[in-house]
Structures are given as C-alpha cells and as structure tokens.
C-alpha cells in the first residue's frame, strides 16, 4: 500500500496528533494550558463524592501530563473536602477571578480548558448549578472574554447543557456539552467518561500516545450508550460538540467534518511545552515541526471549499505523508529506538 492510494490516505490520516498551536522561541511561555475545574452544587452527598472523583481525575491526568500544580486551578462548592488540591468556593465571582489570572499569565497562544461539573437547569435560561447565584450560559460567555486570542475548550458535562453551545460557540472555541438541549434533565454520565478518556489507552484511537479532545469526546460518547445499553436504559442524554464557531454543533464530530477538526488537534498538554520543559532539543525540533504541520493542514482544510478538489487532495496528501514521517521518527524516540 503506497501514500497515494486511497488506503494509504486513510492511514496517514490517523496519525494526526498533538496541539494546533505553534509556538515561538518561548514554548513553554506561549504553548501553556491552564485547567480550571469548577464542581457545582451536587444536591446529595453520593453525586458530592462523583463529582469530585471525576475532578480529581482529571486533576491528575493533568499532572501526569507535564502540567504545574499552578496550572490546575479546582474549585468546589466545599472546598474543606480536599485542602491540598481544591483552590477556592465554586461561586460565578470566584470563577471570574480564576479566569483572569488564567489570561493574565498564560500565554496569547496559550490553551485554557474549562471543565463544568455538576446540575444543570434549563427554565428559559441555561444554567449551572453553583453555591450561592447560579451561573447562566450568558454570564459564562461574558466572563470568557478575557480570552481574546487563547484557545478556549469549555467542556460543560452538567445535566441540561445542552444551551450553553450556541451562546459560548465562536473563534478559536472548541465546545462540548453533555446534552443536545436543556430537556435532557437527568444526571449525566458523560463527564466521568471524559476525564477518564485522558488516562486510558482504548480512547487513543490513533494510537499516538496521547488523547486529544476530539478522541476524549467520542471515548466518552461511546461508553455512555454502552452504560444505558448494559442497564435497559433510554439513552437520555446526547453529548454536542461545536468547533468551528457556528454555533449548531454535532453528536458525531471527526477530524474531517464541518466539527471535530480543531478538537481532533488540541491536547491537555502541548506537546512542545513538555519537550522544552523536559530539556529534549531534538524532541522539541520535531514537535514544533508537527505542529507547525497540523497548523498548515487546518488552514488547508479551512480552504477547501475555494479550491479546486485535484489540488486540495495533493496539498493535503504530501503534508499528512510529511507529518506521518515526523510522527513516526517521535513514536521511535519515545520507544528507544533508533529513527529509521
């Protein structure tokens, strides 16, 4: 099977991998993401521990993936629960602090995630449930404008979630949701799913050793219906993703659909960042070669519809063919073996 055919097209496709952003001579500085996890009121002590498990998973992956403690900002309707990792009340003014610092010292280039735990309503207004004035979906997207330039991945795994995509959907915004619209009121389980996807093997469905937010999404999706299957349940929720600002969103995104591309390249940790922190000069060479790669392949892809298919497919080819090879070159190093 030779890169030209269409099955070597399929299998240079899969090797996508690592962050959209390309980082300057500062990658540490400018390629940073922040996580900001904010766990809402849970109603009952059994939801309580849920929430928090899932937090401090993610909270964990997130560690384990090069990020400082100083990047992982949790807040908790009951912060007294775990001292050491939770930073604050999971309250609307509280959050709105976490977030300006968050943009105040990342990076212009830098990747926020922000995970939304908890009960939802949807009465008129979609809201999160918080300890004291609940958050609406307008008052989120208000305080998400000190991240005028940042990529923002905003994850709201609440219950009736649904309506918080169209109002936070925009530039340089990947959006997930739980559920397609504020009727779907049940507890949701698509959040555990979630931040499970970031330690396990099976939701790398590339196989690049590393989980990106497209592969989180479908991970969880998938384990989602097997839980209603396995229980004779109908399946009451249905999870969104919007990426590409137009605020309609789809439950079943892919790298090469109108959603799905930008989500497909962005990582709880920049790949870059973690070389340059890790003192890897050739490591950090060919990271920031992919990236620079997948940034040409996103803007190739924007442009699709203005070109000419013959043309577009060639482009396209020769720098999936180009980023398989740098892909293949990292995966030796990272197994010990010389590069071939």
Known sequence: MTPSDGGGRLW???LIGTTVLLCSAS????????VVVVRGLAGEATYAQRFHDWATTLRA???RLGLADSQVIYLAEDPERDPAAIRGPATKERLGLALRDVAQRGGSDATVFLVLLGHGSDRGEPRLSLPGPDLSATELGDLLRVFATQRVVVVNAASASGGFLPVLSGPRRVVVTATKSGFEQ?????GGHFVEAFGSDDADLDKDQRVSVLEAFLYAKGAVARAYESDRRLLTEHAMLDDNGDGQGTGDPSATGQDGSQAAVVYLASAVAV?????DSLSLALERRRAGLE???GGLRARKDAMQPEAYERE???LLVELAEV???LRERAAGRPPR
């Open 12 to 14: 240079v496709r899969v």
């Open 275 to 279: 070389a340059a922190l890790a003192g």
């Open 27 to 34: 990658p540490v500085a400018r390629c940073q993401t922040s």
């Open 295 to 297: 940034e040409r392949i």
């Open 316 to 318: 396209l080819e020769g």
């Open 186 to 190: 049940n507890h949701a389980l698509f």
């Open 327 to 329: 892909t293949r070159t």
């Open 61 to 63: 992956a997130a560690l």
